[in-house]
């Protein structure tokens, strides 16, 4: 394999494709597009992009499988001293091991490979938390701890990664990051263990990436070995897995002592295997080749997947947008017809319309901004029980929903003082015209008008409807001129067209603000296969 920079560019607009991509709604395979997305983050940072970058880099053959496997025995065995703890304790890795020639140190010493691990070169001391078997504080950094020994050939380096269903959640994750910066998967099973799901798992995707794989059957009565072994045989080959290389590790007599290493005869085939992929040139380049082919080719089917899963959230969310736009549109409808009908002169207004001038014009006009309010706040609530009605009944938006912050009821206060604001805000601008409009021209004789008058009238004739608006239009011309009052109605109903939408503005974007921070874009998708696009081309 050569460096293949067109190769390195695709996969790294890829990753920042993957990597932005957005999940969040509960949605039918959201969970597993999830799942996937740091899967493939974790494949391409741990082992797509370091393997094409450095081709010639040793193979990492990582050793994987369930709680009490002998995974960490079968690594001191292989390496021919102790490396990694082992023990009846369980979970007995938490640190990973990496062991490699000392020729080979360099190439996993800086971040090539598993860059959010850091490195170590001594023992971490266990802690009271580990020795009880409780997770670390995430606040903790994954470590990862480097060995070298010059009994392991070049070109080759072993990890030692934490039990794949491990009772610590963390060292399940870490466990999967590892398995994904692999040029070889070596599986270990029992032979109390090795039909249980989870190793069956493992093995199933890695026959689905046609990765390198060998699988241990470990911890094998000798009793028994041979038929255990055909057992096994025979499901790998019902799997499709027969050409798997397999091997037996018996449970001899002797294998209690020799301080935590098996007899070297019990691992001398996987060893012999091991060195092969490691020092026959073509041996090793197929296992590469194998494995990182086999990697990029399951992108083919899982970024469409990807995609579809991103298309889903971006409708959801166009779904929960529209929702909330389409009430608010029903909001200044309703409004408007409301207005038109003469509903804010009402109650106490309409009193004081029926007494008028004897009530005064500053009470006129407070009880109609009040009932302009009042109306306000009424369609606004009504338009937010209108998206929680549909957003109810979205599995997207009942999500939306459980989340305090993004309740549209939330914060009912808030909305008055603001809707009061902007009723306030028109009643200014309603005054102000009121005052230059009221004064006669110069050339006339007509007397000047109350500027208190003549707002009290133009907010009556906009809000009152028929036949109290009429009457109340009437009674401004008589004030002002025709030509005057129709000027003052045009502009002061311009105005309160634009404090109306301007509110109803602000809360439908309140209500929205919270689907478009989940930054479920459109260009998701289609970036998404856009980028699977120019990889395939580059392969």
């Known amino acids: 394999m050569d460096v293949r920079p067109e190769l390195l560019d695709a996969l790294s607009v890829l990753r920042e494709r993957v990597d932005t991509a957005r999940f969040p709604f509960p949605l039918p395979g959201a969970a597993r597009a999830r799942r996937t997305r740091e899967e493939l983050l974790r494949q391409l940072d741990d082992y797509l992009v370091p393997r094409v970058k450095a081709p010639e880099a040793p193979l990492l053959a990582v050793v994987g499988g369930s709680t009490g496997a002998g995974k960490s025995t079968l690594v001191n065995s292989l390496v021919g001293r102790r490396v990694s703890a082992s023990g009846v304790l369980r979970p007995t890795t938490r640190t990973p091991v990496l062991v490699c020639h000392p020729g080979d140190r360099a190439w996993f010493a800086d971040s090539r490979v598993l860059p959010r691990l850091t490195r170590s070169w001594s023992v971490r001391q266990r802690s009271r938390a580990d020795e009880d078997g409780l997770d670390r504080s995430e606040a903790d950094e994954a470590e990862l701890r480097l060995e070298t020994d010059d009994r392991l050939p070049r070109g080759l380096a072993l990890l030692d990664a934490p039990d794949i269903d491990s009772l610590v959640t963390r060292n399940r994750e870490l466990a999967a990051e590892l398995i994904c910066a692999a040029d070889i998967w070596i599986l270990v099973t029992t032979a109390s263990r090795y039909a249980d799901a989870v190793p069956w798992h493992l093995l199933r995707t890695a026959k689905e990436y046609e990765v390198t794989l060998a699988t241990v059957l470990d911890r094998v009565p000798h009793q028994i070995a041979g038929d255990v072994s055909r057992h096994y045989a025979a499901l790998l080959a019902k799997a499709g897995l027969g050409d798997v290389p397999r091997f037996t590790v018996p449970e001899l007599p002797e294998s209690a002592g020799g301080g935590g290493l098996l007899p070297q005869t019990t691992v001398a085939s996987l060893r012999a295997w091991l060195e092969n992929c490691a020092e026959d040139p ?29 298309a889903a959230q971006h409708a959801a969310a166009l779904r929960l947008a529209r929702a909330a736009e389409k009430s608010y549109r029903q909001a200044a409808a309703r409004i408007d017809a409301a207005i038109a009908a003469g509903a804010p002169l009402a109650g106490e207004a309409h009193t004081h319309w029926q007494g008028y001038p004897a009530c005064g014009p500053a009470a006129l006009q407070r009880a109609l901004t009040e009932e302009l309010a009042a109306l306000l706040r009424t369609e606004t609530d009504a338009a937010d029980e209108r998206i929680r009605a549909a957003w109810q009944r979205d599995r997207a938006g009942a999500a939306l929903l459980d989340e305090p912050a993004t309740r549209p009821d939330r914060d009912r206060v808030a909305v008055a ?19 230059v409009q009221a004064r006669p021209a110069r050339a006339s004789d007509r007397p000047s008008a109350d500027p208190q008058d003549v707002a009290a009238l133009l907010a009556t004739a906009l809000l009152g409807g028929s036949p109290g608006g009429w009457a109340a239009g009437e009674r401004l011309a008589e004030t002002v001129g025709a030509k005057a009052a129709l000027r003052l109605r045009d502009v002061a109903a311009e105005v309160l067209g634009e404090v109306i939408a301007d509110l109803l503005r602000v809360e439908r974007d309140r209500r929205v603000t919270p689907v478009e921070g989940y930054d479920v874009t459109a260009g998701q998708q289609s970036a998404l296969i856009a980028a699977l696009s120019v990889l395939q081309k580059e392969r």
């Open 282 to 310: 073509a041996a090793r380049r197929h296992a590469a080749r194998r494995t990182l082919t086999g990697t990029l080719d399951s992108l083919r089917a899982r970024l469409p997947a990807l995609a579809s899963a991103s």
């Open 417 to 435: 003082a603001r809707i009061d604001k902007g009723v306030r805000h028109w009643h200014r601008r309603l005054t102000e015209l009121a005052d």
